[in-house]
Nanobody, 114 residues
């Protein structure tokens, strides 16, 4: 499985970005796709995940601001990020959990700064 993330960039506080991640290769019908992030000097943390059955898990730090969605036909997961804060600055990594296997994309950088 290969994961290609896009949509990162530089945005002012309070702004919005939409991240996309497309999975290709041997994609199973049931999987969980989502986003993690890693800021400089910090550990990787979960942002949001969503299963093919639409079950979601969001970090408390992004609830009410970020929304995860997916298009199963296109093997694509999206992260709509609103009301961005400087503390959201990080490398956002796309993840796909399929059976016992964890797959990671290369990430897309989000910088929130005035």
């Amino acid at each position: 499985v290969q994961l290609q993330a896009s949509g990162g960039g530089v945005v002012q506080p309070g702004g919005s970005l939409r991240l996309s991640c497309v999975a290709s290769g041997s994609i199973f019908r049931g999987n969980r796709m989502g986003w993690y992030r890693q800021a400089p000097g910090k550990q990787r943390e979960l942002v949001a995940t969503m299963t093919t059955g639409s079950s979601t898990n969001l970090s408390d730090s992004v609830k009410g601001r970020f929304t995860i969605s997916r298009d199963n036909a296109r093997n694509t997961v999206y992260l709509q990020m609103n009301s961005l804060k400087p503390e959201d600055t990080a490398l956002y990594l796309c993840n796909c959990l399929q059976g016992p296997q964890d797959y990671w994309g290369q990430g897309t950088l989000v910088t929130v700064s005035s």
